[in-house]
């Protein structure tokens, strides 16, 4: 069994991603973080999860993390993930990363968009975009993988097969899309 950990364990995508994982035959949820007081169980924060995983959420250091998974999943909001994602590469630990901290590989334009300065901009260049349409390749062999998110899936995955044919040209497209109250994350 491959022992997975999830950091920031108690948002909307860390929750999803439980669910997948618990109907995975190859996946062991050992550890879930949350800066939440007083280690709650899991369920107590997603009561859909209760019997399913009993598990607490604690406060950990990417080294205590990385002692107990194999894979580690970051749901952290942005700027979090760049601050546990070195220690935990260069403790041997695979990473995929759901934040937006590694899917830009130019620091200047991941901070004109998300107002922050990167800590960590040289592993940006070295992070595999994880759209498996296009890259699964490049995934499957990967020990460090930037999840990309929902508008920039839907929308390369609606023009890869256009630009790449010659039915679209790269230049003037203009994507108008629109995200529920889930996509603002929970706090």
């Not at 948002?11 to 991603?17: F, H, I, S």
């Amino acid at each position: 069994m491959t022992r997975v950990a999830i950091l920031g364990a108690t948002g909307y995508t860390a929750l999803e991603l439980i669910r997948i994982l618990l109907d995975h035959p190859h996946a062991d949820v050992t550890t879930l973080t949350s800066r939440q007081e007083g280690s709650p169980h899991i369920h107590s924060v997603h009561p859909s999860l209760y019997g399913r995983l009993d598990v607490k959420c604690e406060d950990l250091p990417p080294s205590a993390v990385a002692e107990r998974a194999d894979v580690v999943f970051g749901c952290l909001p942005h700027g979090a993930s760049m601050a546990a994602v070195p220690e935990l590469l260069e403790r041997g630990c695979k990473v995929v990363d759901l934040s937006a901290d590694y899917r830009l590989n130019d620091p200047d334009v991941y901070a004109e968009w998300y107002g922050l300065t990167h800590t960590d901009p040289e592993r940006t260049k070295h992070s595999i975009y994880g759209l498996p349409e296009l890259f699964a390749e490049k995934i499957r062999g990967a020990s460090f993988i930037a999840n990309p998110g929902c508008y920039t899936s839907t929308s390369i995955l609606a023009l890869a097969p256009l630009l790449v044919n010659g039915l679209a040209e790269p230049t003037g497209i203009i994507i108008d899309a629109k995200s529920g109250v889930s996509g603002a994350g929970r706090s």
